[in-house]
């Protein structure tokens, strides 16, 4: 059987994002270099669209500048501060405990590991994952819906969840992708390859896409 061409979809896919909005965990690293704000974005950002993400970053940074300057606020002041982000009422609660989780759990060090990272509130794989490849720039792939729906699209893996899609990934991607699958394939699955009717007549990937699950095209 054929190898899938998976280096060549993803150097066309670097070059086609290059026009598109870059997703706004990459920009928060980019703007600030602060993994502790880049960890309090991806823990936000989950379920929640960039825009939105976008607008309760930039208010909620001129407040927050590390974890400690959490605890002068309530978890009620906390919720005003990231709202409207998706599921704002725990994401608050993870938020005003992440301090003390970080001081008990890694002596006041945030952590640049999946496996402590995951030991935090409101932490799961993917935003571990995430944390890892864009503020510390270590090897992980992280699997968001875009990742694990597009992956399974091309034909380049038949996985039934993120977590098998993850693991399944860690095998067979070369790990020199690792660090930029996720950008690429988010920013592409946000606006072309989308759920429903994806954008397949200017897909630059068509040619090498086995277009699995697909009813319909634009």
């Not at 725990?90 to 989780?101: C, E, G």
């Not at 989308?194 to 634009?218: A, D, F, L, N």
Request: proline letters at 7%; one cysteine or more; aromatic letters at 8%.
């Amino acid at each position: 059987m054929k190898k899938f061409p998976i280096e060549k979809v993803v150097s066309v896919l670097k070059d086609y994002v290059q026009d598109l909005p870059v997703p706004i965990v990459e920009l928060i690293e980019a703007q600030t270099k602060d993994p502790f704000k880049v960890l309090v974005t991806t823990i936000l950002s989950a379920r929640t669209k960039d825009e939105t993400t976008a607008f309760v970053v930039k208010k909620l940074f001129k407040k927050i500048k590390k974890p400690h300057d959490f605890d002068k606020y309530s978890e009620e002041e906390v919720r005003d501060l990231i709202y409207p982000v998706g599921f704002y009422t725990n994401k608050a609660k993870y938020l005003k405990d992440l301090p003390d989780a970080i001081d008990r759990e890694f002596s006041g060090v945030l952590p640049s590991t999946v496996e402590e990272l995951i030991l935090l509130p409101g932490v799961g794989r993917k935003t571990a994952n995430l944390v890892v490849a864009v503020a510390f720039e270590k090897p992980a792939i992280c699997v968001d819906v875009h990742v694990h729906r597009i992956s399974n699209r091309l034909g380049y893996i038949v996985t039934k969840d993120p977590l098998e899609t993850e693991m399944k990934l860690r095998e067979i991607l070369p790990r020199k992708l690792w660090m930029t699958y996720n950008t690429y394939l988010v920013a592409f699955g946000q606006h072309t390859c989308r759920p429903i009717s994806p954008k397949c007549s200017i897909c630059p990937v068509k040619k090498y896409c086995k277009q699995v699950g697909v009813e319909k095209t634009r």
